[in-house]
């Protein structure tokens, strides 16, 4: 399994990016998809995860509003919207496959790991 990540940028302050990640074959399907980042000397962190039929999403709280995380199954795509963008929202963000088809923001339940994409946000 491949995943692209693509959609990062550099973006002001409250602006907005859209980030899309593509399986490469329908192995995302029946799994849950999450978004996780990692900010400049710090670890990876939970940003956002959907379950396999488009329900029980999940976001970690610095986030909750701004962004929306969605997929399109027929597409083996996960989105994550991410509005009103603040500095520290600056990170390589990582979309992921779960094991499994409900997941939340425990990294051991992923298994497949797209390469990244930067965001940066100017202040």
């Known amino acids: 399994v491949q995943l692209q990540a693509s959609g990062g940028g550099l973006v002001q302050a409250g602006g907005s990016l859209r980030l899309s990640c593509q399986a490469s074959?329908?192995?995302?399907?029946?799994?849950?998809l999450g978004w996780f980042r990692r900010a400049p000397g710090k670890e990876r962190e939970f940003v956002a995860a959907?379950?396999?039929?488009?329900?029980?999403?999940n976001y970690a709280d610095s986030v909750k509003g701004r962004f929306t995380i969605s997929r399109d199954t027929a597409k083996d795509t996960v989105y994550l919207q991410m509005d009103s963008l603040k500095p520290e929202d600056t990170a390589v963000y990582y979309c992921?496959?779960?094991?499994?088809?409900?997941?939340?923001?425990?990294?051991?339940?992923?298994?497949?790991w797209g390469q990244g994409t930067l965001v940066t946000v100017s202040s």
């Open positions: 959907i379950g396999w039929k488009g329900g029980n999403i």
């Open positions: 074959k329908r192995t995302g399907s029946n799994n849950a």
């Open positions: 992921a496959v779960s094991r499994y088809p409900v997941s939340g923001a425990r990294i051991e339940n992923y298994n497949y």
